[in-house]
């Protein structure tokens, strides 16, 4: 009997030693990927800087790069998709927020099931489909609206970001007040105070950290989209005006890439590695942010 139990232990322990190997060469193969795809790009983009120069290129007000004398400087796409972000996750943060609070404790089942499922399908739309829609109807609409020459601008890449942004700030925000304790909210309400101070000064406290996440998620999904901007901003590379035509970092590489070659095709690679650093930075920040808050 006792040979029996051991070699069923042996057998359970021989299995969950080869499922943590498993999950340790997946860890090792992201883990790869990651430096791979880093150093390819290091590799890729630092001659086109150094013939070019650091301080023209980041700073450079210009980019003509099949002009006869070509210039390559990324400042109007850095801009552009710093402010293209930030009004993205500033409209789309308040409203993927408070979405996600009122499905999780205000909403009756029937509309949080529908609700839920068209947040999931928004989810899965792809981006080529939410570019036709901003460009056959909503650059028409701020053409009239603001009556300016096109309607292919900064606002309109904005407000298609902020749709975008959406699924991921509801999905993770609704997880984490879901995974808020019912005792926590009980008590909340056994001191006397009502549902809506419960909600924003019980639960959302305690699941401040996951709504930080989704934001992370919603910013990573912002500065990382390259189709649907491309096909609603304009895709010109003028410093950023919000009803002027403007090119961000991902549409900058993607729009020039298939035609490039030489000392543009190195440049090209060198904005992609601005924009991977760019990226690496913003998700440094949040996280270390987020890891001072939950020290505190």
């Not at 700073?59 to 990324?74: C, N, R, V």
């Not at 926590?184 to 809506?196: F, K, Q, W």
């Not at 590695?273 to 949040?286: D, K, P």
Request: proline share 5%.
């Amino acid at each position: 009997m006792l040979s029996m139990e051991k070699k069923m232990k042996r057998k359970k322990n021989t299995v969950e030693n080869v499922i943590h190997g498993i999950f340790l060469i997946l860890g090792l193969i992201t883990v790869a990927s990651v430096l791979l795809i880093t150093i390819y790009l290091v590799i890729s983009g630092i001659p086109a800087i150094r013939e070019i120069g650091l301080f023209e290129f980041l700073l450079g007000a210009k980019w003509e790069s099949t002009a006869a004398e070509p210039k390559f400087g990324i400042l109007p796409f850095i801009l552009t998709s710093v402010y293209g972000t930030a009004g993205a996750i500033l409209i789309g943060t308040p409203v993927g927020f408070f979405t996600a609070v009122y499905l999780s404790k205000f909403a009756p089942e029937r509309v949080k099931r529908v609700v839920e499922t068209a947040v999931s399908l928004l989810a899965g739309i792809p981006s080529v489909v939410y570019g036709l829609v901003g460009m056959l109807v909503l650059v028409p609409a701020i053409r009239k609206l603001f009556h300016v020459p096109d309607g292919a601008s900064l606002l309109a890449a904005i407000i298609v970001l902020a749709v975008m942004v959406l699924p991921s700030i509801i999905k993770v925000s609704l997880t984490s007040l879901s995974a808020v304790p019912k005792e926590y909210e009980e008590g909340s309400l056994a001191l006397g105070a009502t549902p809506v101070e419960t909600c924003f000064k019980v639960s959302v406290p305690a699941a401040k950290s996951g709504i930080a996440a989704a934001i992370v998620l919603g910013v990573g999904r912002a500065i990382g989209e390259a189709m649907a901007v491309m096909m609603v901003s304009g895709n010109v590379p003028n410093m950023p005006s919000l009803f002027e035509s403007v090119r961000f970092l991902t549409t900058a590489v993607a729009s020039e890439m298939s035609y490039s070659s030489g000392l543009q095709r190195q440049a090209l690679f060198s904005v992609a590695l601005v924009l991977f650093v760019f990226i690496m930075l913003i998700n440094a920040t949040l996280n270390f942010l987020l890891k001072r808050q939950k020290e505190r």
